[in-house]
């Protein structure tokens, strides 16, 4: 396991925009799948976006195609979760996740696949 610190969560309008950045405490970043999931009140965690070992291959959730970018950078450990055209529906707590073991070559989409967690970040969108 991995420790892993997000930031970047905040309050927005509809419409606006925020990054997400997720700090990893470990030297083989660039050997992990990472993820963002998102939980909003009273509902099931869910899958956001995820992302390779080298940032080739993302996949996102049908609700924010074309709206948020995943992204890494290995030389800081660090995973992205750019959020543009917020919509009042994309509040949630957002969590970063970590695949530390197994092929990394393709991204995962199942919580179960990942085994390392942050606390993570709320994101507010008013309308």
């Known amino acids: 396991q991995v420790q892993l610190v997000e930031s970047g969560g905040g309050l927005v309008q509809a419409g606006g925009s925020l990054r997400l950045s997720c700090a990893a405490s470990?030297?083989?970043?660039?050997?992990?799948?990472m993820g963002w999931f998102r939980q909003a009140p009273g509902k099931e965690r869910e899958l956001v976006a995820a992302?390779?070992?080298?940032?080739?291959?993302?996949v996102y959730a049908d609700s924010v195609k074309g709206r948020f970018t995943i992204s890494r950078e290995n030389a800081k450990n660090t995973v992205y979760l750019q959020m543009n055209s917020l919509k009042p529906e994309d509040t949630a707590v957002y969590y970063c996740?970590?695949?530390?073991?197994?092929?990394?070559?393709?991204?995962?989409?199942?919580?179960?696949?990942?085994?390392?967690w942050g606390q993570g970040t709320q994101v507010t969108v008013s309308s």
């Open positions: 996740a970590a695949r530390t073991s197994g092929t990394p070559y393709v991204p995962y989409l199942r919580m179960s696949d990942y085994d390392s």
């Open positions: 470990t030297r083989t970043f660039s050997d992990y799948n």
């Open positions: 992302i390779n070992w080298s940032g080739s291959r993302t």
